[in-house]
């Protein structure tokens, strides 16, 4: 089955400096990694989603690599802001009964100090 | 429109009690998840449901969890005898109809339930 391992488990950044956070992947069949973000008291939203059939993909400040030779994507926020912190998980598919399965990493805690 | 809702907010229960948590779907997406999120934790599957189809219930930690919905609505998750492990927050999340495509999973905001 499908094994997704997620770094950092915190990750602390001043207000303006980039973050990394990273995952990797066990199933070479997955094709969908999707990357969502976790407010206080809130459930995760989708704030990027990446396909097999590109390596990278761009909105605003954030940005997705994927490189499906090394099973691994990344998550990259530039520019940071205080609005930033919070928990992001990465997501992986495993197709298992007739249906995509989403496996999520355990999360990386991000705090941006102003 | 309206989102994914979850009632109660909050739950705390004494250990060995039985609790019901409520998740009401966005109208028309087929497929309904439960997960449990331990405190600092990462996402657990739980359960998912797609339309009239058998759910996949392999997530479900032991059988004091079961779950249930109708059609394409409300999903409630029953935990029995409630054990302080089980003190977590319980989200659900649902999207279109899943199959071999990919669709976003929207979250509600989850049940916070305490055992004492």
């Known amino acids: 089955g499908e094994n997704v391992e997620q770094h950092p488990s915190t990750l602390s950044v001043q207000e303006g400096d980039s973050a990394v956070i990273k995952c990797t992947y066990s199933d070479s069949a997955s094709n969908y990694f999707p990357w969502y973000k976790q407010e206080l008291e809130k459930g995760p939203q989708l704030i990027i989603d990446?396909?097999?059939?590109?390596g990278e993909k761009k909105d605003q400040r954030i940005a997705v690599t994927l490189n499906k030779t090394a099973k691994h994507f990344s998550l990259h926020i530039t520019e940071t802001q205080p609005e930033d912190s919070a928990v992001y998980f990465c997501?992986?598919?495993?197709?298992?009964?007739?249906?995509?399965?989403?496996?999520f990493g355990a999360g990386t805690r991000l705090a941006v100090h102003p | 429109g309206a989102g994914v809702s979850q009632s109660p907010s909050n739950k705390v229960t004494e250990k060995g009690k039985d609790v019901e948590l409520r998740c009401d779907p966005i109208?028309?997406?087929?497929?309904l998840y439960w997960y449990r999120q331990r405190l600092g934790q990462g996402l657990e599957f739980l359960i998912y449901f797609q339309g009239n189809s058998a759910p996949d219930k392999s997530g479900l930690p032991s059988d004091r969890f079961s779950a249930e919905r109708t059609g394409e609505s409300v999903s409630t998750l029953t935990i029995q005898r409630t054990q302080q492990e089980d003190s977590a927050v319980y989200l659900c999340?649902?999207?279109?109809?899943?199959?071999?495509?990919?669709?976003?999973?929207?979250f509600g905001p989850g049940t916070r339930l305490t055992v004492t």
């Open positions: 999340a649902s999207s279109l109809l899943s199959g071999q495509g990919h669709y976003e999973q929207y």
């Open positions: 109208s028309g997406h087929t497929a």
């Open positions: 997501a992986a598919p495993i197709f298992s009964g007739g249906y995509n399965k989403l496996i």
């Open positions: 990446i396909r097999s059939n590109v």
